[in-house]
């Protein structure tokens, strides 16, 4: 769940906050109670890729919490000054090591109860280079047929996953919005 009124000090001045509606505003937020800055606090964004080797999706087994040694799409928390894409590719380097190319945006799934939204993009490998990173155990393809479906460490990952084939079978790629609870 997400932490309750979780910032206790203003970052400018130090000054103990209190939370309560700015003016022009719609609900609480963090106010200092000396500068009278606004904190806001919003949604992280993740960005992964599902990259694809002819009839294959890599996947990476997590090396770090949470959910240690499950497999994950490589993904993770986009940073300040780039794009959703440029973040994408960052992370799929960072985890895996592989060289792809995007194809489109995906699946963009709210996760509200963790303040976080996932974003995948559809990544075709360019070669099967693979160098994973310390945050990865092991990067490998699978099939869908050997999809290791019960130690996928989130349901982001599952549902893309899931989308990802179904629409393979059907030809056709959509952009999918969810909403995982």
Request: proline share 7%; charged share 25%.
């Amino acid at each position: 769940m997400l932490p309750v009124r979780s910032i206790c000090h203003c970052r400018v001045c130090g000054a103990p906050t209190d939370y309560r509606v700015p003016p022009d505003d719609n609900r609480p937020r963090a106010t200092c109670t000396a500068c009278g800055l606004v904190h806001y606090e919003n949604p992280l964004n993740v960005v992964g890729t599902v990259p694809v080797w002819q009839d294959q999706v890599l996947l990476c087994r997590r090396a770090i919490e949470p959910r240690h040694g499950l497999w994950t799409l490589p993904a993770g928390f986009m940073e300040l000054g780039e794009t959703t894409a440029e973040g994408a590719l960052r992370e799929t380097v960072e985890e895996s090591g592989a060289h792809v190319e995007l194809e489109g945006l995906f699946t963009l799934l709210n996760v509200v109860r963790v303040g976080q939204v996932h974003l995948f993009y559809r990544a075709r490998m360019l070669d099967l280079h693979l160098d994973p990173g310390p945050e990865t155990l092991e990067a490998r393809l699978f099939r869908e047929d050997e999809i290791p479906w019960d130690e996928l460490a989130f349901r982001t990952v599952r549902e893309t996953l899931r989308l990802f084939f179904e629409n393979r079978r059907a030809g056709q790629y959509d952009v999918h919005t969810l909403d995982i609870a």
